[in-house]
């Protein structure tokens, strides 16, 4: 079983201020996708990051992928309340008869305060 | 296009107690998910239909059942409730192997 350790678990900063979340695994992905989740609704994709070293920008969200696919950071600059939520990421397994299936990590919860 | 919808939004059980709980996309994705999300654990896969006609376990399928009716519908039904299956449900699909797209969820107490 591929396991994703997701640190801080809990993250409360200031507006404005600048924070990075990672993604952690021992074993190697062929690509990560992080989520963000709004109290209320269902996870949305915010990115998939697939090549080793690959950094992927989404206004004041940075992603990186580790050179050796096993893990991933994302940071904010200038956090502003509209980023609270719950950061998820996911890596993905596949088995016979084309199956796939998302491992999640357990997520790190962001508040930013205004 | 409404994407992931599940039915009901709210569910209140009492232990023993049997429900089902609807999910259906209009994305004509292949591959469906039911998962749980409990605080502190992340979402965890319940069981998963990778094409219509299969369905499979994934992580946590003690005290479940699905059905895949057909390329748009996969439900999950719960026989006998129970207290520890107090949770948020989520119904997700994708294509192939790619982006999974979530419903809104359901919330779902079982005293």
């Known amino acids: 079983t591929q396991l994703l350790e997701q640190s801080p678990q809990f993250l409360s900063i200031q507006e404005g201020e600048n924070l990075t979340v990672y993604c952690n695994s021992s074993s190697v992905f062929s690509s990560l996708q992080w989520y963000r989740q709004e109290p209320g609704e269902g996870p949305v994709l915010l990115v998939t990051?697939?090549?080793?070293?690959e950094v992927k920008k989404l206004k004041r969200l940075t992603f990186q992928f580790g050179d050796a696919r096993k893990d991933s950071s994302l940071h904010i600059t200038a956090a502003q309340p509209g980023d609270t939520g719950l950061y998820l990421c996911?890596?993905?397994?596949?088995?016979?008869?084309?199956?796939?299936?998302?491992?999640f990590g357990k997520g790190t919860k962001l508040s930013v305060i205004p | 296009n409404a994407g992931v919808t599940q039915t009901p939004k709210f569910q209140v059980l009492k232990t023993g107690q049997s429900m089902t709980l609807q999910c259906a996309q209009d994305m004509n994705h292949n591959s469906m998910y039911w998962y749980r999300q409990d605080p502190g654990m992340g979402l965890r896969l319940i069981y998963y239909s990778a094409s219509e006609g299969t369905t499979d376990k994934g992580e946590v399928p003690n005290g479940y059942n699905v059905s895949r009716l057909n390329k748009r519908e996969f439900s999950l039904r719960l026989e006998s409730a129970a207290p520890s299956q107090t949770s948020v449900y989520f119904c997700?699909?994708?294509?192939?192997?790619?982006?999974?797209?979530f419903g809104p969820g359901t919330r779902l107490t079982v005293l």
């Open positions: 996911a890596g993905p397994s596949y088995s016979g008869a084309g199956s796939y299936q998302l491992t």
């Open positions: 990051v697939v090549t080793g070293g």
């Open positions: 997700a699909s994708t294509p192939w192997a790619d982006t999974q797209y």
